[in-house]
Antibody
Framework: EVQLQESGGDLVQRGGSLGLSCAVS????????MNWVRQAPGKGLEWIAY????????HYADSVEGRFTISRDNGKNALYLQMSGLRDEDTGVYYC?????????????????WGHGTTVTVSS | DIYMTQSPSSVSASVGDRVTITCRAS??????LAWYLQRPGKAPQLLIY???ALQRGVPSRFSGSGSETEFTLTISSLQPEDFGTYYC?????????FGGGTKVEI
């Protein structure tokens, strides 16, 4: 069974920093591209960051570019999101997500496995 | 950026009803579209990818169609476990973007 377990969510002050982790099991992590997707309270889904399987390609949403950094450790089957300069609008649930659909591994095919999410609250 | 617009934003339906949700893209995305269901308090799950391909394990009452800028998700006979919020997502290019969601409720 594929499992994604996010951790690191916390209450943090505006302007502060926080690191999220995602432990992945049950699939060949080293060949899977990964996303972080977040959801503000009562709002819709927002994609924020992508990393290719070999870490050679990174993409960020404009809303987090320059403040957030996605990374991975294929030896540890782990995905990370380092966040700095946190703002009120960064509050929400952060999901670790495996890219792909069906037997395809590309971002063209959606996002087929989601973690349960970890909650980040930014407050003054 | 590609903007995704869903309609309706909410729909009231009963078990057994046929439900159709529309998603429009601000520019052509070919067939690079996915649909998700998010049940209350849960993470989203992938239903449809490549506009019309059913993700493994998803019941056949779900179907997707469309291309370029207009897409449709149809639930042929709504079941109790189908209530929640549905999102479309364009998979054509970064930044990946979602529609605002369609809440399907009783």
């Amino acid at each position: 069974e594929v499992q994604l377990q996010e951790s690191g969510g916390d209450l943090v002050q505006r302007g502060g920093s926080l690191g999220l982790s995602c432990a992945v099991s049950g699939l060949s992590f080293k060949i899977r591209n990964m996303n972080w997707v977040r959801q503000a309270p009562g709002k819709g889904l927002e994609w924020i960051a992508y990393i290719s399987a070999d870490s050679s390609t990174l993409h960020y949403a404009d809303s987090v570019e320059g403040r957030f950094t996605i990374s991975r450790d294929n030896g540890k089957n782990a995905l990370y999101l380092q966040m700095s300069g946190l703002r009120d609008e960064d509050t929400g649930v952060y999901y670790c997500v495996v890219v792909g659909g069906g037997v395809a591994l590309s971002f063209y095919y959606g996002m087929d496995v989601w973690g349960h999410g970890t909650t980040v609250t930014v407050s003054s | 950026d590609i903007y995704m617009t869903q309609s309706p934003s909410s729909v009231s339906a009963s078990v057994g009803d046929r439900v159709t949700i529309t998603c429009r893209a601000s520019q052509s995305i070919g067939a690079w579209l996915a649909w998700y269901l998010q049940r209350p308090g849960k993470a989203p799950q992938l239903l449809i990818y490549n506009a019309a391909a059913l993700q493994r394990g998803v019941p056949s009452r779900f179907s997707g169609s469309g291309s370029e800028t207009e897409f449709t998700l149809t639930i042929s006979s709504l079941q109790p476990e189908d209530f929640g919020t549905y999102y479309c997502q364009q998979c054509n290019s970064f930044p990946l973007t979602f529609g605002g969601g369609t809440k399907v409720e009783i």
